[in-house]
């Protein structure tokens, strides 16, 4: 399951508003905000959690699942690393 933590934190990573979030989703604004502003879990239609996990996942966040690897243990997110044009591995959003 996803938590509103999840959200604000891939957001944050990202450097989207909740607007861009929610167009990136194709979903709306007012959508989005009670999604966050859920307490734990994301509460939401299975239809709009799937959009939202496709778009975060589109914009290069990894969601890290409840006992999923993770050095820190728990759930959280992070940038994927994608390879760039010339073939090396770099995080969404860097700077080269």
């Given at each position: 399951m996803?938590?509103?933590?999840?959200?604000?934190?891939?957001?944050?990573?990202?450097?989207?508003?909740?607007?861009?979030?929610?167009?990136?989703?194709?979903?709306?604004?007012?959508?989005?905000?009670?999604?966050?502003?859920?307490?734990?879990?994301?509460?939401?239609?299975?239809?709009?959690?799937?959009k939202?996990?496709?778009?975060?996942?589109?914009?290069?966040?990894?969601?890290?699942?409840?006992?999923?690897?993770?050095s820190?243990g728990?759930?959280?997110?992070?940038?994927?690393?994608?390879?760039n044009?010339t073939?090396?591995?770099?995080?969404?959003?860097a700077?080269?």
């Amino acid at each position: 399951m996803l938590t509103a933590a999840q959200v604000r934190a891939a957001r944050a990573l990202l450097g989207l508003d909740q607007r861009r979030l929610a167009e990136a989703a194709g979903l709306s604004l007012p959508t989005i905000q009670r999604m966050e502003a859920s307490d734990g879990q994301v509460r939401g239609n299975v239809d709009s959690l799937m959009k939202l996990v496709e778009a975060l996942e589109r914009c290069g966040v990894e969601l890290i699942g409840e006992g999923a690897v993770s050095s820190g243990g728990g759930r959280g997110v992070r940038l994927k690393t994608v390879p760039n044009r010339t073939g090396r591995i770099s995080t969404p959003g860097a700077k080269s």
